[in-house]
């Protein structure tokens, strides 16, 4: 009678896990239809009974079992007062920005970095250039600043070819600096990541200029001033030790 108790529950759990990868394979069909880059989704349970997590690059959203349903939006935990959604996607956009190597950005390093921030920037955008002014505080503090592009008026536009000028140079770090300070540039061309930095941008739901990513994976849309992220990571050190 034990004997055959067991072989019951083992053939349940079994019928499960084959539920569970059936619904897997249903979500990632319907995925398919309607989203590039489907193929590498990540999937899984969530506290909503009859939907799963699901994570496309740095999008996160819900999904019913069956593949037929999408939700968008916020999940709030409300005995815990925690928004669930928005630690998956620091989760997600850390996990993606962790997939582009440096060699595709342009890196401003401090002798001693102690924290790492990406942002994404337009060179004639006056917020930006303002932030990249304050280069010396970031680096004095430790920050280190990776820049990726996102030209606002988009491809062949004259802030895209600027962006194109800067990464075909021969010191992309002084270009930079020369282009967001209104100075000439050698408008070379060559093969570039401005492309992959625009999609990665609307990937990340980018709005306007600049548009900053904590290493922590938050999502931080307007300009920062150099001295108040400071304090903040200055901070944010003291509570660790």
């Given at each position: 009678?034990?004997?055959?108790?067991?072989?019951?529950?083992?053939?349940?759990?079994?019928?499960?896990?084959?539920?569970?990868?059936?619904?897997?394979?249903?979500?990632?069909?319907?995925?398919?239809?309607?989203?590039?880059?489907?193929?590498?989704?990540?999937?899984?349970?969530?506290?909503?009974?009859?939907?799963?997590?699901?994570?496309?690059?740095?999008?996160?959203?819900?999904?019913?079992?069956d593949?037929?349903?999408?939700?968008?939006?916020?999940?709030?935990?409300?005995?815990?007062?925690?928004?669930?959604?928005?630690?998956?996607?620091?989760?997600?956009?850390?996990?993606?920005?962790?997939?582009?190597?440096?060699?595709?950005?342009?890196?401003?390093?401090?002798?001693?970095?102690?924290?790492?921030?990406?942002?994404?920037?337009?060179?004639?955008?006056?917020?930006?250039?303002?932030?990249?002014?304050?280069?010396?505080?970031?680096?004095?503090?430790?920050?280190?600043?990776?820049?990726?592009?996102?030209?606002?008026?988009?491809?062949?536009s004259?802030?895209?070819?600027?962006a194109?000028?800067?990464?075909?140079?021969?010191?992309?770090?002084?270009?930079?600096?020369?282009?967001?300070?209104?100075?000439?540039?050698?408008?070379k061309?060559?093969?570039?990541?401005?492309?992959?930095?625009?999609?990665?941008?609307?990937?990340?739901?980018?709005?306007?200029?600049?548009?900053?990513?904590?290493?922590d994976?938050?999502?931080?849309?307007?300009?920062?001033?150099?001295?108040?992220?400071?304090?903040?990571?200055?901070?944010?050190?003291?509570?660790?030790?």
């Amino acid at each position: 009678m034990i004997v055959k108790l067991l072989s019951s529950t083992l053939l349940l759990i079994s019928l499960a896990f084959q539920a569970a990868s059936a619904d897997e394979k249903a979500i990632k069909k319907t995925l398919a239809k309607v989203m590039k880059g489907a193929e590498l989704a990540t999937i899984k349970s969530s506290p909503l009974l009859g939907m799963s997590e699901v994570s496309v690059g740095a999008k996160v959203f819900y999904m019913s079992d069956d593949g037929r349903y999408i939700l968008q939006g916020d999940l709030l935990d409300m005995d815990t007062q925690t928004n669930l959604t928005e630690e998956s996607t620091r989760k997600a956009v850390k996990t993606r920005l962790a997939g582009i190597d440096e060699d595709k950005m342009i890196v401003f390093k401090p002798e001693k970095t102690k924290h790492t921030i990406t942002v994404f920037t337009d060179i004639d955008c006056g917020y930006c250039r303002k932030m990249h002014n304050e280069m010396p505080t970031f680096l004095e503090n430790g920050i280190q600043v990776r820049y990726m592009m996102y030209p606002r008026e988009g491809k062949n536009s004259e802030a895209y070819k600027k962006a194109v000028a800067v990464w075909c140079s021969d010191d992309r770090n002084e270009s930079l600096t020369k282009a967001k300070n209104n100075k000439a540039l050698e408008m070379k061309t060559c093969d570039n990541p401005i492309d992959e930095h625009m999609d990665l941008a609307g990937e990340l739901g980018l709005r306007g200029t600049p548009l900053v990513v904590l290493e922590d994976g938050t999502i931080q849309p307007g300009y920062i001033p150099a001295k108040e992220l400071a304090k903040f990571y200055d901070k944010l050190d003291g509570a660790k030790k």
